[in-house]
C-alpha cells in the first residue's frame, strides 16, 4: 500500500483510517475522500494516475476522474478479497486514437476509464478459479471477459456482462 500523502492541511489525519482501509464502504463511497486521493495524485490509495494514464502518456481526463476512481475503489474491494497484495493491472485509461491504434474494441470501456486488463500471470498468482470468483462478487453490475491468452477484463460500466473470447 502506497505510504499516506503528507500534507501541510490539519485536518489530513481524518483520511488515514480510509487510506489503510480503501475497500471499506465508507471509503468507496465518500467524495470527500475520493477528491483527497486524486489531488495527491492517486485514484485511489492502491493506485496512482500516472499507471492510470494511457500508455501513449495522456493522463486520465479530469471529466473521466468519477469513472477511473469508480473502477479503482472496486479494485480496492478485489484487491482485499485476494489478500491484500498488489493487483497491477496492463492496461487502464486509453485515449480513442490509442485503443484504435491498438485495435482495441469500438466501445472500449477503457475510453472511459473505468477498465482494467489484468495479464494471464497475474491471474495464475491468485488461481484462475479464485480470481473470475471475486471479481463476480465485486461486478456484479459490471463487465467480467476473459481473453484466448488467458488475461482478464474487468470494467465498472453499471450493468452486467460477461464474455469469454475462447
Given amino acids: 500500500m502506497a505510504k499516506f500523502p503528507k500534507s501541510r492541511l490539519a485536518n489530513n489525519h481524518r483520511w488515514r483510517k480510509y487510506w489503510k482501509h480503501p475497500y471499506s464502504f465508507r471509503a468507496r463511497h465518500s467524495r470527500?475522500?475520493?477528491k483527497f486521493c486524486w489531488s495527491r495524485g492517486y485514484v485511489s490509495p492502491n493506485f496512482t494516475r500516472a499507471e492510470w494514464a494511457c500508455s501513449d502518456g495522456t493522463p486520465v481526463p479530469y471529466r473521466l476522474r468519477k469513472n477511473a476512481q469508480r473502477q479503482a475503489f472496486n479494485l480496492e474491494l478485489v484487491r482485499h478479497k485476494l489478500g491484500d497484495?498488489?493487483?497491477?493491472?496492463i492496461s487502464y485509461y486509453r485515449t480513442s486514437s490509442y485503443n484504435r491504434q491498438i485495435g482495441g474494441a469500438t466501445a472500449s470501456r477503457h475510453v472511459y476509464a473505468?477498465?482494467?486488463?489484468?495479464?494471464?500471470?497475474t491471474v495464475t498468482r491468485f488461481g484462475r478459479n479464485k480470481f473470475l470468483a471475486v471479481a463476480e462478487k465485486v461486478y456484479g453490475r459490471g463487465g467480467v471477459g476473459s481473453?484466448?491468452?488467458?488475461?482478464?477484463?474487468?470494467d465498472s460500466r453499471g450493468y452486467?456482462?460477461?464474455w469469454n473470447s475462447w
Avoid at 497484495?85 to 493491472?89: C, Q, Y
Avoid at 477498465?115 to 500471470?121: G, I, P
Avoid at 481473453?147 to 474487468?154: D, R, T
Fill in 85 to 89: 497484495r498488489p493487483i497491477g493491472g
Fill in 32 to 34: 470527500k475522500f475520493k
Fill in 147 to 154: 481473453y484466448p491468452s488467458g488475461s482478464v477484463h474487468l
Fill in 114 to 121: 473505468d477498465a482494467t486488463d489484468f495479464s494471464v500471470e
Fill in 160 to 162: 452486467r456482462a460477461r
